[in-house]
């Protein structure tokens, strides 16, 4: 049977420079995605190729 799965999510504040800021929503916008959207890929991206020390 198909299942509607809503991912979790939650809101934290963070503070980030502006010209990242700029940076970001120019990207966002140019891809066609929500500034919000843009942030979690980044962060899951980087999160996958973070080198762990052993």
Do not use: G, W
Request: aromatic share 6%.
């Amino acid at each position: 049977m198909f299942e509607i799965k809503k991912p979790s999510s939650s809101n934290k504040t963070i503070r980030m420079p502006d010209s990242l800021i700029e940076e970001l929503n120019k990207l966002a916008a140019k891809s066609d995605i929500s500034f919000n959207q843009l942030v979690v890929q980044c962060c899951e991206y980087a999160i996958e190729h973070l080198k762990r020390e052993n």
